[in-house]
């Protein structure tokens, strides 16, 4: 299976008070990213599905993706599974794809660096060691098991907006 992890467009700052998982898209973030999947579509990239955090602004970032579904009006996937730190659950349901299927995974740091090191290199402890930008991409491929993935691009975002 193909998997693209996405980290969320640029988001509001936390005001005090108010709760991280309600940050929306800044304007310039949904700007950005909708060059990005112009970008994206460039590069011919189709997804089978979406999965994403339920915080907003991985929904709205979701939302922005969903021109790259192949079936029109399948709704994305939410779930708190990536809303923290990555368990086998969460491998369990990106698992639930086919070989020959393509997901995006859309969520926040620093547990996509997690996920993204628990695929390729077997332990999340290696997380830190890669920094998402927001909007950043990770293309991976192979088996949603511990270190069952190979990383094959690690794509900033401004990259994705070159290529529209």
Known sequence: MQLYVIRHAI?????????DAKRELTSDGVKKMKRAVKGMRELDWKFDRI???PWTRAVQTAALLEPLLR???EDPIETG???QSPRAELL?????STASDTTAIVGHEPWLGE???WLAFGDTRHGEALRLKKGCVVLLSGSAVPGGMEIQAIIP???LRAAE
Not at 11 to 19: C, F, I, K, L
């Open 92 to 96: 369990a349901l990106i698992a639930e």
């Open 157 to 159: 975002p401004s990259i």
């Open 81 to 83: 599974l990536l809303a």
């Open 115 to 117: 996920l993204v090191a």
């Open 51 to 53: 999965v994403t955090s």
């Open 71 to 73: 079936t029109a009006g």
């Open 11 to 19: 988001a509001e700052d936390q005001m005090p008070g108010e709760a």
